[in-house]
């Protein structure tokens, strides 16, 4: 039996986001992209577009998800207003006719739908969200951010580059099914009678590798097993919306929006510094 230490860390999609394609998020829309706009254009939607398309943005009957996981044909402001405006033909997309503002307001808050977090103005105290995530969270036992944290969970050094807010906040809260490929609770028990637990990352007929409660990589091959016990449920918590308050949950999500490998002007939070 083997094992690592920190230097082999778990890297997990730590790819720079480049930006939406083509154009930055709100660059051509008169009204910008402020929460403010965005909140006025979720209520449009949802009082003007859910006879087709669902409440929030969801799936409708006659129309599609505004956020799913799928390549849009529309992706920057002046098509998705065009879109809006004067329909989309051969489809049962029909034109609107809004008011110019009330379209761009809707164009706003579609687009942070599929923004990434970081792109989606929020509320909350970063600094405060940091001191949470180091702290009373204890997010830091599972979760690296630029080389600090725990190796159980994902590396979160570009989370809020890669995930959107609406998932992020879901990761919170919402109970999963299944644990994540990679992530499973295991158990194991030693032929000398050593017990190990952690998470599973791959395994096969001949060997399997695991990350340990103590963040070490143990590489353990069939023979050196005498049982395994795998968890049902994910180690990841998902009632921070209750084991917090209100204004620590916003402060919490405030701060990994903002994780990022591209530096946000004017943030003066250090994503691994010390409460």
Known sequence: MTWCRRGLGILVGVVLYLGLP?????????????????????????????????????????????????????????????????????????????????????????????????????????????????????????????????????????????????????ALTVEKPHPPLGYRPVTVTTQGGRTISGVSKNEHNFSLQMIGDDDRLYLLSSEEIDKIVYGEKSLMPTDYDRRLSEAEFRDLLAFLSRLSLRRREGSSVEPNQAP
């Not at 209520?43 to 390549?71: I, S």
């Not at 969270?137 to 690296?144: I, L, M, N």
Request: aromatic residues 6%.
């Open 22 to 170: 083509g154009h930055a998020w709100g660059a051509e829309n008169p009204l910008g992209s402020g929460a403010e706009v965005i909140a006025e254009g979720h209520e449009l939607f949802n009082k003007l577009c859910t006879v087709c398309h669902g409440v929030d943005g969801a799936p409708g009957d006659r129309g599609p998800a505004m956020a799913a996981q799928r390549r849009y044909l529309r992706q920057t402001d002046t098509e998705l207003f065009q879109a809006i405006q004067e329909g989309i033909p051969d489809s049962e997309m029909p034109p609107m006719g809004l008011p110019e503002d009330d379209a761009w307001r809707i164009v706003a808050w579609i687009r942070s739908l599929r923004a990434k977090a970081i792109d989606v103005p929020v509320d909350g105290d970063i600094q405060q969200g940091s001191n949470i995530f180091w702290g009373k969270g204890e997010c830091g036992r599972c979760h690296v951010i630029r080389g600090r944290g725990g190796l159980l969970g994902p590396d979160l050094t570009n989370l809020g580059a890669q995930m959107s807010l609406k998932r992020i906040q879901e």
